[in-house]
């Protein structure tokens, strides 16, 4: 079993930023990926970035690109989002997902670990 645990949200003004973690425990696998998802009132569930645990190779949705940066830290199981020029768009829980994931890294179904989420609040 592995638990993920985000933190970092919060509440700031357009054009501000923010930095993520999400610390990871228990059963961990270095063959994990992992990666950031969002969901704003009304809406489904939508990707925001992922990260291979090798390579590292990354992918970030079209409307974060430029502007959000997944990174983690293996030796300390730690993966990080630091998120810059927010937008009140931006508002959601963000949630933290890890799995072994063959391919489809946008793809929601693919990862076996979710955290409970933190909100993330931008104001214009």
């Known amino acids: 079993q592995v638990q993920l645990l985000e933190s970092g949200g919060g509440l700031v003004q357009a054009g501000g930023s923010l930095r993520l973690s999400c610390a990871a425990s228990?059963?961990?696998?270095?063959?994990?990926?992992m990666g950031w998802f969002r969901q704003a009132p009304g809406k489904e569930r939508e990707f925001v970035a992922a990260?291979?645990?090798?390579?590292?190779?990354?992918s970030h949705a079209d409307s974060v690109k430029g502007r959000f940066t997944i990174s983690r830290d293996n030796a300390k199981k730690m993966l990080y989002l630091q998120m810059t020029s927010l937008k009140p768009e931006d508002t959601a829980v963000y949630y933290c997902?890890?799995?072994?994931?063959?391919?489809?890294?946008?793809?929601?179904?693919?990862?076996?670990?979710w955290g409970q989420g933190t909100q993330v609040t931008v104001s214009s």
């Open positions: 997902a890890a799995g072994r994931v063959a391919s489809g890294l946008a793809n929601a179904g693919g990862y076996d670990y």
């Open positions: 228990g059963r961990t696998s270095n063959n994990y990926a």
């Open positions: 990260i291979t645990w090798s390579g590292p190779i990354t």
